[in-house]
């Protein structure tokens, strides 16, 4: 197959796909992993991709997020990983804010029960975990955007914006070498008011969600630490 077809194919899965692994790839074109990274790094050259840990995404801004459901069925030997090396990570913390989303709600596995924290969140997937660990749980009021199970809006701003915390583990759909973001703006100002707030902050992102830009940031690089599965 000529360079430039592999080049059409190429980027008419990822027009569908949004992001592909290379394996698929491979197995699509019927190619080398060789042939495939010289592929890759040429349409990364010309700007029509980029890059990411096993496979690559087109160059723009991703428009969606998935619903809560689906996105806790993928990863999760990856989220599980980071979730335990958050929760070693809060020692004598006492008021923790916990971010909505699937990876963060892995960190309340590694949680004692009746660990003597404060748990403040506007994700509503956390309840049920909380409720079992026995840890007092604050649930921040707002909109319910219910394909996400979580609370946000101007109420949720206003609220957050009561408490202080030790420690803060923040969600994100996609993270680059600038900044950390979500899909969604008033998320996005919760995420940003949660770090404010708190004298330690953590975006919790497996490395699959490297180079996946979204509309609205929620920090810059400089301004919270990650932790990926990857040591």
């Known amino acids: 197959m000529i ?14 796909e ?26 990364q050259d010309m700007g029509k991709i980029t890059r990411v840990h096993g496979g690559a995404v087109l160059n723009n801004i991703a428009a969606s997020e998935l619903n809560f459901a689906d996105n806790q069925k993928s990863k999760l030997a990856e989220k599980s990983q980071i979730g335990r090396k958050a929760a070693r990570l809060i020692g004598s913390a006492k008021f923790i804010y916990i971010d909505a989303g699937s990876t963060c709600n892995e960190l309340i596995d590694y949680l004692m029960i009746g660990q003597e ?11 049920d975990k909380l409720i079992s660990k026995n840890i007092p749980t604050i649930i921040l009021e707002g909109n319910l955007k219910a394909e996400t199970k979580v609370t946000t809006g101007p109420k949720t701003l206003e609220s957050i914006g009561k408490y202080n915390f030790d420690l803060a583990f923040i969600g994100a759909n996609g993270f680059d070498e600038r900044g950390f973001y979500t899909a969604d703006v008033n998320e996005a100002m919760v ?29 810059t690089r400089d301004e919270i ?3 990926t599965e990857e040591e």
């Open 18 to 43: 949004e992001a592909v692994s290379n394996k698929f790839l491979t197995d699509k074109l019927g190619v080398s992993e060789s042939t495939l990274r010289r592929d890759l790094s040429y349409l």
């Open 117 to 127: 924290i404060t748990v403040v969140t506007n994700g509503l997937m956390h309840v």
């Open 191 to 219: 995420k940003a008011k949660a770090i404010e707030n708190s004298t330690r902050a953590y975006v919790l992102a497996d490395t699959s969600k490297e180079n996946i830009k979204y509309f609205a940031t929620i920090a």
């Open 225 to 227: 630490k990650l932790i």
């Open 3 to 16: 360079l430039e077809k592999r080049f059409e194919i190429i980027l008419d899965i990822l027009k569908k």
